[in-house]
């Protein structure tokens, strides 16, 4: 049966010196529809000049990039690093044209500045350059947020992140769900398979020696893994996010239990009482 999918682009938008950022986001955002909206059926998909512009003729190169994946984007994410990029004859480099559509059709906007080490060879033809990002950024600032990443590990970490919650907003959106961290709730019980082993350190003084020894606890039996089911309607979801919810908390409970603490409170009880009561659509 064929199902109706709902497409949302995000455009990648960067001068020529990033590249690696580029396939961070790709794979970020393949890995959120592999574990988090294929069920849902959502798809998030990227627009990038180097993959989706054809050849055409125009008045201007940004022109056509405009028309052909600016205006078609649902969001951008746009990453600075040494370059500012080229001046379109409107704007300074054609990613800053590019987050100002977006801006006009108040759209989602990302912007990310890097704060990698620049090698020294490259300082000399990176400072006008730099200056000019630093206008933007102050510019920017003053009307929005912006994020600083200083490697390529922080910035997978922050576009998860913020990828995430966007896809929350998508879902919330369409199942009109006000609930709080779906995103967070789903990955939880997305999780294959859970190690956790406990180690107490026990110091055995004897004279002046200390010796060290670790004790393997064993782990109780985990709960089962719940696997979400097709989602196509308001119902469907409601019914699905309270069947997660309880197997969180068994998860919670567990958890608990291995470590003795008291860390999570809430109870599946607790839970089924408040979401046996929502009205299903």
């Known amino acids: 049966m064929q199902r109706d999918i709902s497409v949302y682009r995000i455009l990648i938008s960067c001068p020529s010196d990033i590249t690696e950022e580029v396939k961070i986001i790709k794979e970020e955002l393949e890995n959120i ?15 990038y000049w180097e993959d989706d512009i054809l050849p055409e003729y125009g008045n201007r190169t940004q022109d056509v990039i405009n028309k052909q994946i600016v205006e078609n984007a649902d969001a951008i994410i746009a990453i600075f690093g040494e370059k500012i990029g080229s001046n379109t004859g409107k704007c300074k480099s054609g990613t800053i044209e590019e987050i100002e559509e977006i801006i006009k059709l108040s759209k989602k906007v990302f912007v990310y500045f890097s704060a990698k080490d620049i090698s020294r060879d490259g300082i000399d033809k990176s400072v006008d350059e730099i200056k000019k990002i630093n206008e ?19 910035f997978r970490k922050k576009i998860n992140s913020n990828l995430l919650q966007y896809a929350a907003d998508i879902i ?25 082993q406990v180690k107490t350190l026990i110091n055995d003084i004897t004279e002046n020696k200390t010796t060290t020894k670790y004790i393997t606890i064993p782990l109780t039996t985990l709960p089962e893994r719940y696997e979400i089911g097709t989602i196509t309607n308001n119902k469907q979801a409601l019914l699905e996010y309270q069947k997660a919810l309880m197997q969180i908390s068994l998860w919670q409970n567990w958890y608990n239990a291995q470590v003795k603490s008291n860390y999570y409170q809430y109870s599946s009880n607790e839970i089924y009482n408040f979401y046996s009561n929502k009205q299903l659509e």
């Open 33 to 47: 529809n592999t574990s988090l909206l294929k069920k849902l059926n959502i798809r998030l998909e990227t627009l």
């Open 136 to 154: 933007f950024k102050k510019e920017y600032g003053s009307k929005g947020i912006y994020s600083i990443y200083k490697d390529n590990e922080e």
């Open 172 to 196: 919330k959106k369409k199942f009109n769900l006000y609930i709080g961290s779906i995103v967070a709730i789903v990955l939880i019980i997305s999780i294959s398979f859970l190690v956790y």
